[in-house]
């Protein structure tokens, strides 16, 4: 075998490598509903008392976030990565309503929340969740 034909063997190789990480990267991984139902529980924990609920949505849009990234959803903030996965969403509003409860809440910390508010908030963030594949649907359920 000559040195060239060695050599564009190498590179074929290589290049296949390279295309099949390429492509490995960009396929969204699949979500693992047990791991995202046991998240959810978790945060579920923050709502017995007032005094946690905003951990209950800082947790909730955080774990939307991380779904959204591992479905590899465009945009560099939660903001633009909303924006990309509207089609996704069966409530756009409710999703855009919980998301922006949650930057009012971090640029105020001290806001007085209200129970009405946190309960419509985490309802938009599990609708979000179930629209993206993360949390089993309540509707398919009780069929």
Not at 32 to 49: G, I, M, T
Not at 118 to 126: D, E, Q, S, W
Request: charged share 30%; glycine share 4%.
């Amino acid at each position: 075998m000559s040195l060239e034909l060695k050599i564009a063997v190498l590179v074929c190789i290589f290049l296949v490598l390279l295309s099949s990480t390429i492509v490995y990267w960009l396929i969204p991984k699949k979500v693992k509903k047990k791991k995202c139902v046991a998240n959810w529980r978790d945060l579920q924990d923050f709502c017995k008392d007032k005094t946690t609920w905003p951990e209950a949505i800082y947790s909730a849009d955080k774990l939307l976030e991380k779904i959204l990234k591992k479905r590899k959803i465009k945009g560099k903030s939660m903001g633009e990565k909303l924006v990309s996965a509207q089609d996704l969403f069966s409530d756009n509003d409710s999703v855009w309503y919980a998301h922006n409860y949650f930057k009012k809440l971090i640029t105020g910390p001290t806001m007085k929340l209200k129970e009405t508010e946190v309960k419509k908030a985490l309802i938009g963030y599990r609708q979000a969740l179930m629209d993206v594949g993360a949390l089993p649907d309540v509707k398919s359920k009780s069929k």
